[in-house]
Nanobody
Framework: QVQLVESGGGLVQPGGSLRLSCAAS????????MGWYRHAPGKQRELVAT???????NYADSVKCRFTISRDNRKNTVYLQMNSLKPEDTAVYYC?????????????WGQGTQVTVSS
């Protein structure tokens, strides 16, 4: 069974840092774009950052210069380094990946990890 498993969320004070990880497991032939999205209470899910297999990146304006997305293709893992965190970054963060598996190409979501920025 192919799945994405996130880790690294938690409670942090404003100005602090967290690093999220998301590992894809199962029979996977290739991974194209990987990314992070977030869903805050009362808001729609929004894109945070994406990274292609060639490591081209894209960021939401609200996180540019604070967050860094990276990936390790050998480990099928994507990371999100979050610095200078603000209370408005509080949300459930979801990993997403376009995977080529035995059933073909398909997008997959992780279960989400809570990030809370509060003093």
């Amino acid at each position: 069974q192919v799945q994405l498993v996130e880790s690294g969320g938690g409670l942090v004070q404003p100005g602090g840092s967290l690093r999220l990880s998301c590992a894809a497991s199962g029979i996977i032939f290739r991974i194209n774009v990987m990314g992070w999205y977030r869903h805050a209470p009362g808001k729609q899910r929004e894109l945070v950052a994406t990274i292609t297999s060639g490591r081209s990146t894209n960021y939401a304006d609200s996180v540019k210069c604070r967050f860094t997305i990276s990936r390790d293709n050998r480990k099928n893992t994507v990371y999100l380094q979050m610095n200078s965190l603000k209370p408005e970054d509080t949300a459930v963060y979801y990993c997403n990946a376009d995977l080529w598996t035995v059933t073909g190409w398909a997008p997959l979501w992780g279960q989400g990890t809570q990030v809370t920025v509060s003093s």
